[in-house]
DNA sequence: TTCGGATAGTTCAAGCTTAAACTGTTTAAG
DNA sequence: CTTAAACAGTTTAAGCTTGAACTATCCGAA
């Protein structure tokens, strides 16, 4: 990326101008791992809606519980879902109205409460994280192992890379 | 859980449940997939809205009509943009509204019309593409041309997989 | 010709999502 | 103690998205 030597002209205007021609690649990248992520999200939403009448929204939200057992607050909810505050309070409010989900207060703190799983909303939640388990299985079958250990390794360093660009940002 | 006295129950029982010990791993990749592409998307929102004060899907659309001059159909939309037709009547309407996508009715077939970029729409997408492609390289920069390169091939993989995999479902 | 199936778009209700404004609570500085 | 800032959640308006039901049109076969 920097034949530097000779007319150095061209390499440092479009450097400025911002936009080399090589950047073209990163967009196809992009695009690709956008269409890559939206088929297969497409298709787990779609049969969560069939086979459990369920979200994928909400299922999410369970799955984080039912990783914690004593229960996570909503704003530790919402960071690690990626999700806005107010979205947690709406999708909790409508798995607690189904059951599945129950609150608790903090013990000094009444700010704060806890969510976790119903004793039904786990055996619910069991069957619906085995079948997606499949799923996601069935839909990475075709990539070889070596290939998808490469792939879990690569797009760990974007994401360490994108979240350090933007630490950088405004602060 | 399981408690296994001998050796080999456990591999054969965790099996024929359908969810081998290995299949964690796929559940991880497509999770961190899944991160990589939201934390990306999700500040592209950011700065499509703060800078130009537009949204991903209005942006996506315009992008789609900006590779065919000719114009394209609804459907053809719709279905470049994995996304449901319904939701393409509503965008197209708005930017059509804002003056920066124009109809076209199509010669022979009434059922069909095309859209494309109004003069002004060119113009204003123009601006807002180039600075998305700085973005995209701005925030993959970190990661070496040459694991950008693997990286889209092995994208390229999974998403044929996954289309494969889709084929031969309820048909 | 006409009838039935395929196709192009639209509409609608329901749910998701966000940013921003808001309430109530805690914490820490003075 | 007082007060200001930080924090946990909630509310709201606006926009996105979907699947399903619907209209209108086209096209091919009997």
Not at 9 to 25: I, N, R, S, W, Y
Not at 56 to 84: K, W, Y
Not at 107 to 118: G, K, P
Request: aromatic share 4%.
């Amino acid at each position: 990326m920097s034949p530097d030597d000779g007319r150095a002209a061209v390499d440092l205007e479009t450097a400025l101008a911002g936009t080399p021609a090589g950047h073209k690649e990163d967009l196809r990248l992009w695009l690709r791992m956008l269409s890559c992520a939206t088929l297969i999200e497409t298709e787990i939403r779609r049969r969560l809606r069939e086979q459990f009448g369920t979200t994928l929204p909400r299922f999410d939200l369970m799955a984080q519980l039912d990783r914690e057992p004593d229960g996570l607050t909503l704003g530790r909810i919402s960071r690690r879902m990626m999700v806005s505050n107010g979205n947690v309070t709406a999708l909790a409010a409508s798995l607690v109205a189904d059951g599945l989900v129950q609150r608790r207060a903090h013990a000094t703190d009444r700010r704060t409460q806890f969510l976790s799983l119903t004793p039904h909303g786990r055996l619910v939640f069991e069957l619906q994280s085995a079948a997606h388990e499949r799923w996601i299985a069935e839909l990475f079958a075709s990539v070889s192992p070596r290939d998808r250990a490469a792939l879990h390794r690569l797009l760990g360093m974007v994401k360490s890379g994108v979240r350090q660009a933007l630490k950088g940002e405004s602060p």
